[in-house]
């Protein structure tokens, strides 16, 4: 191992200032007024798990403003959509429900960290209640809230993620299929691109 790793507290600490007062007391241990007003605008949110096995994903989640349910201060609800099928998310938090989310709305460049822990649930009232166009979602995450914090913008400003003038021509890669087509054998690029333009106008169908 190269001397240069930092393997312990102490040796981090010595790298890194200790943060400030006020980075360490904004954590909340459930959703204030100001929480549940970002969430309301959110479109957007990366769901972070771990197997027992210690195997990570991360994996993207998405709908209108609102998608996300509040449904007290302390629970929040995350319907689960038709997919591509692998759960990798759901398989993980049957074995380990700690959870993390990171919520994004565009335009706001401070972001919203939630950490918890979630049950899967498919609780036919409670599908129900996050029906959209006349379709319930497949299940829905249970979250219940012990962590909750604004994260300061930094890195939204240095990504300048939301200046549309450096978003890239879509043109510049190939497509979803393309790109897949060239990583797996036998994939037929040009049938999965229409699957994916098709997909895009029946998100919530469940056939």
């Keep these: 191992m190269s001397e240069h790793h930092i393997t312990s507290r102490e040796q981090l600490r010595a790298v890194y200032k200790q943060p400030g007062e006020g980075a360490v007391k904004k954590v909340l241990p459930q959703l204030d007024e100001h929480c549940i007003a970002f969430i309301a605008r959110c479109p957007f949110c990366v769901l972070s798990t771990a197997g027992a096995n210690g195997r990570l994903d991360a994996s993207p989640k998405g709908g209108d403003p609102g998608f996300l349910t509040v449904q007290d201060s302390a629970t929040l609800l995350l319907p689960d959509w038709p997919g591509n099928n692998r759960l990798d ?40 209640s996050l029906a959209i166009k006349g379709k319930s979602p497949i299940s829905v995450l249970v979250i219940t809230v012990e962590e909750a914090y604004l994260h300061c ?34 994939y037929d690029g040009a049938a999965v691109d229409k699957i994916i333009a098709d997909n895009r106008h029946k998100l919530y169908a469940l056939d």
């Design 89 to 128: 998310s759901l398989e993980n938090i049957l074995e380990n429900p700690q959870v993390g989310m990171m919520l994004l709305v565009p335009g706001m460049d401070e972001t919203l960290r939630i950490n918890g822990r979630a049950v899967l649930s498919t609780d036919s009232d409670l599908l129900a």
């Design 153 to 186: 913008a930094r890195a939204v400003w240095r990504a300048d993620l939301w200046n549309a003038d450096k978003h890239i021509d879509r043109a510049e890669l190939p497509t979803m299929g393309q790109m897949l087509a060239d990583q797996v054998a036998g």
